[in-house]
């Protein structure tokens, strides 16, 4: 029903910088919390970042202080930005939408609609 779909990954040496975009489609997620969580190679699909509605985020230790993420509702999209990225940042990054209640989680099983992910290569 909401269709998600990343863009903006791609290759960057460590400390640069990316701009991730979730452009999502079919319905408004003006009123739904997203989310972005991230699979290395080998390993579970782990949680990045949210943000509800109202625009509170939260952010996971790994990443907090780096990354910022910003949504812009007339847009029905939402962005991260990483920088100073690390080689541990390499990893498919996923945009996900709770089409439910506005509420954050860090589990992947509370959101319901993900985008295909786009790549994100760090590299020291």
């Known amino acids: 029903q909401v269709h998600v779909v990343e863009s903006g990954g791609g290759s960057v040496q460590a400390g640069g910088s990316l701009r991730l975009s979730c452009a999502a489609s079919?319905?408004?997620?003006?009123?739904?919390?997203m989310g972005w969580f991230r699979q290395a190679p080998g390993k579970d699909r782990e949680f990045v970042a949210a943000?509800?509605?109202?625009?509170?985020?939260y952010y996971a230790p790994s990443v907090k202080g780096r990354f910022t993420l910003s949504r812009d509702n007339a847009k029905n999209a939402a962005y991260l930005q990483m920088d100073s990225l690390k080689p541990e940042d390499t990893a498919v990054y996923y945009c996900?939408?709770?089409?439910?209640?506005?509420?954050?989680?860090?589990?992947?099983?509370?959101?319901?609609?993900w985008g295909q992910g786009t790549q994100v290569t760090v590299s020291s």
């Open positions: 996900a939408v709770r089409t439910s209640t506005d509420w954050i989680f860090t589990a992947t099983e509370m959101y319901d609609s």
């Open positions: 079919g319905r408004t997620i003006s009123t739904k919390t």
């Open positions: 943000i509800k509605s109202g625009g509170t985020t």
